[in-house]
């Protein structure tokens, strides 16, 4: 009686269908997705003027912070303060030195998310600057803040650390009324808080 019931019972479990048999299972969802929200970044990589300042300039050495706050998985608004030093052998005078370029950009991002990667394209305004103003013979290039615009585009990878991607990242920046333009490239890490 035992043996028939046993061979009953081992009959119905194999041939129980898949959909039934895994009903008591716990149900493994889809992998949370991607946080979106508040996030902040900091990068650090290399900075390149063009035209004629650059003539005068070398690559030099770049960083930037920011913070947004992504409305959508598409869409966020964001501040950036980017940073470079560059080298110069400018002709005396005044004599070959080193000066900073500095810009703070207000903007939007548009993102194309592909889970865990999102590629992105951004685009602001803002202001730039350079000092010490020592590339006197360049026309329009000074010292004081400047209206500017910044475009740039980039991707990250959200890593399987909860709320932490890397990524990097490339602008664009030129002065209203100045032909060069200044391209940072930067390695970026970034976390979204909120």
Same mark, same amino acid.
């Given at each position: 009686?035992?043996?028939?019931?046993?061979?009953?019972?081992?009959?119905?479990?194999? *041939?129980?269908?898949?959909? %039934?048999?895994?009903?008591? $299972?716990?149900?493994?969802?889809?992998?949370?997705? %991607?946080?979106?929200?508040?996030?902040? @970044?900091?990068?650090?990589?290399?900075?390149?003027? *063009?035209?004629?300042?650059?003539?005068?300039?070398?690559?030099?050495?770049?960083? !930037?912070?920011?913070?947004?706050? $992504?409305?959508?998985?598409?869409?966020?608004?964001?501040?950036?303060?980017?940073?470079?030093?560059?080298?110069? &052998?400018?002709?005396?005078?005044?004599?070959?030195?080193?000066?900073?370029?500095?810009?703070? !950009?207000?903007?939007? @991002?548009?993102?194309?998310?592909?889970?865990?990667? &999102?590629?992105?394209?951004? =685009? =602001?305004?803002?202001?730039?600057?350079?000092?010490? &103003?020592?590339?006197?013979?360049? &026309?329009?290039?000074? !010292?004081?803040?400047?209206?500017?615009?910044? +475009?740039?585009?980039?991707?990250?990878?959200?890593?399987?650390?909860?709320?932490?991607?890397?990524?990097?990242?490339?602008?664009?920046?030129?002065?209203?009324?100045?032909?060069?333009?200044?391209? %940072? *490239?930067?390695? %970026?890490? +970034?976390?979204?808080?909120?």
């Amino acid at each position: 009686m035992k043996l028939a019931r046993l061979t009953m019972a081992y009959f119905l479990i194999l *041939t129980t269908p898949a959909s %039934v048999s895994m009903a008591a $299972e716990p149900v493994c969802g889809r992998a949370p997705s %991607v946080p979106r929200g508040l996030a902040v @970044r900091a990068g650090l990589g290399a900075a390149v003027w *063009t035209s004629t300042v650059g003539e005068d300039s070398r690559t030099g050495v770049a960083f !930037s912070f920011g913070a947004g706050y $992504e409305f959508f998985s598409w869409l966020a608004v964001e501040a950036t303060w980017s940073a470079g030093f560059h080298e110069t &052998d400018a002709p005396f005078p005044p004599a070959p030195g080193t000066f900073a370029t500095q810009a703070l !950009s207000l903007g939007a @991002r548009l993102t194309l998310p592909l889970e865990p990667f &999102d590629l992105f394209l951004r =685009g =602001g305004a803002g202001w730039s600057w350079s000092s010490p &103003d020592i590339l006197v013979r360049i &026309d329009d290039f000074a !010292s004081e803040p400047r209206l500017s615009w910044m +475009g740039g585009l980039g991707f990250s990878w959200h890593t399987p650390r909860r709320r932490i991607w890397i990524g990097i990242e490339s602008s664009a920046i030129g002065q209203i009324g100045l032909p060069s333009v200044w391209i %940072v *490239t930067n390695a %970026v890490i +970034g976390v979204t808080l909120l």
